[in-house]
Antibody, heavy 129, light 112 residues
């Protein structure tokens, strides 16, 4: 059974750096075709894609001005974890942050394709002083 | 970025009756392999989104067959043949044809 679980702080202060970990179970991020993404959802709003890491360590980031150049996604294959770092946090970054599994069966070269097959439960992060 | 729009934004349905949600993309979602990279997600209150449909019309494992997806290059529809109580929540369409993947604003479905 494929599961993902997000962990990290639930409260951060403005200007601080947020570091979230996604612990994977039932699959390996090292398997060819597998990807793991991060998506956030502000209260009452639609989800917004943030970043995606590929099995071979390629990375894609959202070009949105709201997050551009503040994101770093990494993976630790030995721990089967994916980590998202977001710098210079602001109150507008308050949201539930999800990580999601993208199956190797659905990999399509060159485009996002069929993504976010399975989601973690999410972690609500509040940015406030 | 590809802009996704949905209608209606709110839908009240009677149990056992059909329901339909529309989604439109600002660019074609047809790829060179002739597939249409449009997915549908369902989010119950307090839960994470769950993917129901991928590649326009393919149901994910465990998704009841009362859910179906259809459409063409820029216009898409999610249909529920007979609404059940567990179908309440918000439905999002999402395109995976172009970077970055983008979601629609959501359609909230409730029971009359």
């Amino acid at each position: 059974q494929i599961t993902l679980k997000e962990s990290g702080p639930t409260l951060v202060k403005p200007t601080q750096t947020l570091t979230l970990a996604c612990t994977l179970s039932g699959f390996s991020i090292g398997t060819s075709g597998v990807r793991v993404g991060w998506i956030r959802q502000p209260p009452g709003q639609a989800p917004e894609w943030l970043a995606l890491i590929f099995w071979e360590d390629d990375k894609r980031y959202s070009p949105s001005p709201s997050v551009n150049n503040r994101l770093t996604i990494t993976k630790d294959t030995s721990k089967n974890q994916v980590v998202l770092t977001m710098t210079n946090m602001a109150p507008a970054d308050t949201a539930t942050y999800y990580c999601a599994y993208c199956s190797d069966q659905n990999y399509v070269w060159g485009i996002p394709g069929n993504v976010f097959d399975v989601w973690g439960q999410g972690i609500m992060v509040t940015v406030s002083s | 970025d590809v802009v996704m729009t949905q209608s209606p934004l709110f839908l009240a349905v009677t149990l056992g009756q059909p329901a339909s949600i529309s989604c439109r993309s600002s660019q074609s979602l047809v790829y060179a392999d002739r597939n249409i990279y449009l997915s549908w997600f369902h989010q119950r209150p307090g839960q994470a989104p769950r993917r129901l449909i991928y590649k326009l019309s393919n149901r994910d494992s465990g998704v009841p067959d009362r859910f179906s997806g259809s459409g063409s290059g820029t216009d898409f529809t999610l249909k529920i043949s007979r609404v059940e109580a567990e179908d309440v929540g918000v439905y999002y369409c999402m395109q995976g044809r172009h970077w970055p993947p983008t979601f629609g604003p959501g359609t909230k479905v409730d029971i009359k």
